[in-house]
């Protein structure tokens, strides 16, 4: 069966009445971003944080499980795990600084993320999914009935991040990668 071609990317999407622009060559917007959703963004940097342990083994596990393969553990330790650490820290970094520039006016708020900071974005947004997951020991599929209708506990306010992070994350892919014409 032929793949159904898929549309390219919306230039302008929208999640509720928050607005994407990706029209311009070097920068993206985020405009009328409820407070709601502008806490969820300045949560990114510190929501993939790895010092809980459950976060630590989910982000960077053993090469192996064959415990004869100890030399093996202990380099990867040793010269890998240092470059994800810096890799993953660098994200957040430059997340946390486009988060900084963003304002506010009538309640609602704006951010701008200059393309080449996109990658940022997106490894970071990952991270704290991912560590969303492990620290809470959620199921990656938790988000599908997204939005909650209602934000009644910890585990409804955790589907909202999760749901918020993946269509994000997700417009930001369709940029990076827009769909192929096959």
Sequence with gaps: RPATPR???PRNPRIGLMEFDATSADRLKIREIPP????LLR???T?????????????FPSPTSDQA?????????????PGLHEAFSDARQVVAADLRGMTGEDGLFALTIPRRHVMAWIHALNQARLALVAHHELAMD?????PPEVIANQDDWLRLQMGFYERILGWLIELVEPPSAE
């Design 36 to 39: 709601v959703f502008g806490e």
């Design 142 to 146: 938790e988000s599908a009935s997204w």
């Design 69 to 81: 393969e100890e030399t093996l553990c202990e380099d990867w330790k040793a010269f890998v795990e």
């Design 43 to 45: 949560e990114i940097p």
């Design 7 to 9: 549309s390219p990317p």
């Design 47 to 59: 929501a993939g944080n790895s010092d809980c342990p459950k976060v630590a083994a989910r982000f």
